[in-house]
């Protein structure tokens, strides 16, 4: 079985700032990891994935992404936020076996940008 | 690029009526999902196909029941709506591209369904 958490269900920053959204998972098995962001009434974007290699992972938009295992973390950062960054992010895991490729969601962070 | 088609965006439907759900996958992609967003909830796995076979079945209700066709499109058919129902329901297509399930799932726009 696998879950995700996300802490903190709303994130709120200036533009400029470094964000920060938490993820900690929970696998029997080796994850794969993936962010993904939400604008309203949108569908779901991938901003970057972990598999295998790297463990620091760059996506789109300046975001990035460590995967540290002994912590069971995939955080996300960008170290300045703009304000077209405002939107709800998702973190999730997948795994093999019985369960292939379906993917597990976090509760979603919601980020807020303000001037 | 191609992405992923739903149809409709929006649908309005009664109590105890049925609703079909179609997903147009991104061209070449063999796996199909559907996910359920609920109002402020995370998306939750209902169902998989790969190659037209189901592959996992998460938390669907009975009273729904989807498909894939030999043109790889979708259809998620839900009956005896109830007012529950109410969500937003993506469909996202893969490829098999050799990294497992590591490889990325594109979602569509969602369908978003209001039972009343």
């Known amino acids: 079985a696998q879950s995700v958490t996300q802490l903190g269900s709303h994130v709120s920053v200036s533009e400029g700032a470094l964000v920060l959204l938490r993820c900690n998972y929970s696998?029997?098995?080796?994850?794969?990891l993936f962010w993904y962001v939400q604008y309203p009434n949108q569908g779901l974007q991938l901003l970057l994935k972990?598999?295998?290699?790297?463990?620091l992972v760059k996506g789109i938009n300046g975001f990035e992404a460590e995967f540290k295992k002994s912590e069971t973390s995939f955080h996300l950062t960008k170290p300045s936020a703009h304000m077209s960054d405002a939107a709800e992010y998702f973190c999730?895991?997948?795994?093999?076996?019985?369960?292939?490729?379906?993917?597990?969601f976090g509760q979603g962070t919601i980020l807020t940008v303000h001037p | 690029a191609a992405g992923v088609i739903q149809s409709p965006r929006h649908l309005i439907k009664e109590k105890r009526e049925t609703a079909t759900l179609k997903c147009y996958p991104i061209?070449?992609?063999?796996?199909v999902y559907w996910y359920q967003q609920g109002p402020g909830q995370d998306p939750q796995f209902l169902i998989s196909?790969?190659?037209?076979?189901?592959?996992d079945k998460g938390s669907i209700p009975d009273r729904f029941s989807a498909q894939q066709f030999s043109d790889y499109h979708s259809e998620l058919n839900m009956s005896s709506l109830e007012l529950g129902d109410s969500a937003l329901y993506f469909c996202?297509?893969?490829?098999?591209?050799?990294?497992?399930?590591?490889?990325?799932?594109?979602f569509g726009p969602g369908t978003r369904l209001t039972v009343l």
């Open positions: 996202a297509s893969r490829i098999e591209g050799g990294g497992g399930a590591g490889d990325t799932q594109y």
């Open positions: 696998s029997s098995v080796p994850p794969y």
């Open positions: 972990y598999t295998t290699g790297a463990t």
């Open positions: 999730a895991v997948s795994a093999g076996g019985t369960s292939y490729g379906k993917l597990t």
């Open positions: 061209p070449r992609h063999d796996t």
């Open positions: 196909f790969y190659e037209k076979m189901q592959s």
